[in-house]
Antibody, heavy 120, light 108 residues
Framework: QVQLQESGPGLVKPSQTLSLTCTVSGDSISRGSYYGNWIRQPAGKGLEWIGR???????DYSPSLKSRVTMSVDTSQNQFSLKLTSVTAADTAVYYCATQQWPTRYFDLWGRGTLVTVSS | EIVMTQSPATLSVSPGERATLSCRAS??????LAWYHQKSGQAPRLLMYGASTRATGIPARFSGSGSGTDFTLTISSLQSEDFGVYYC??????????FGPGTKVEIK
């Protein structure tokens, strides 16, 4: 059974960089055709797609966040990663990783999410 | 960017009753629509894709319909585990993939 687990600091200072990792267990991302996505949800609000990275390394980012987002993949560690620079309080949210199985474009599996708070 | 809207914002339903949720896209998305269910404090879970295909393990009381810009999710007989927030998501055009604001299904 494939599972996703997000990890990273729960508190980030304003203007700094938010860094999160999603570890995939139960399958090898280098063997499958995975897209690793990051999606966030501020408290009490809806879902916002941040971007995705293919297991071979190509990326798509949300235009609204593109200037601040970098995603990477480490197939040796079976991980997808997110970096979001110059954070503000508006970036405070639960961050989820979620997969798409190429060529589908819906999110078939989600991690439990991790809360990131931006505060000094 | 394709904007998704959902109605109603909140739906009060008694257990055993039928629930009908609506989702609308700002332009045609063919059948490229998914539905998710999120319980309080949990991650969303895929319910439906292709507007009308149930995901693995989803019971038959859930059905989806629609194409183009208007879509419906119907729960034929609401069970206690069905309460929570339902989101629709379009995957016709990206980036970005976009979600609706959600419909909260609560106990009447």
């Amino acid at each position: 059974q494939v599972q996703l687990q997000e990890s990273g600091p729960g508190l980030v200072k304003p203007s700094q960089t938010l860094s999160l990792t999603c570890t995939v267990s139960g399958d090898s991302i280098s063997r499958g055709s995975y897209y690793g996505n990051w999606i966030r949800q501020p408290a009490g609000k809806g879902l916002e797609w941040i971007g995705r990275i293919y297991s071979r390394g190509s990326t798509d980012y949300s235009p609204s966040l593109k200037s601040r987002v970098t995603m990477s993949v480490d197939t040796s560690q079976n991980q997808f990663s997110l970096k979001l620079t110059s954070v503000t309080a508006a970036d405070t949210a639960v961050y989820y990783c979620a997969t798409q199985q190429w060529p589908t474009r819906y999110f078939d599996l989600w991690g439990r999410g991790t809360l990131v708070t931006v505060s000094s | 960017e394709i904007v998704m809207t959902q109605s109603p914002a909140t739906l009060s339903v008694s257990p055993g009753e039928r629930a009908t949720l609506s989702c609308r896209a700002s332009e045609s998305i063919s059948g490229n629509l998914a539905w998710y269910h999120q319980k309080s404090g949990q991650a969303p879970r895929l319910l439906m894709y292709g507007a009308s295909t149930r995901a693995t393990g989803i019971p038959a009381r859930f059905s989806g319909s629609g194409s183009g810009t208007d879509f419906t999710l119907t729960i034929s007989s609401l069970q206690s585990e069905d309460f929570g927030v339902y989101y629709c998501q379009q995957y016709e055009d990206w980036p970005p993939f976009t979600f609706g604001p959600g419909t909260k299904v609560e106990i009447k």
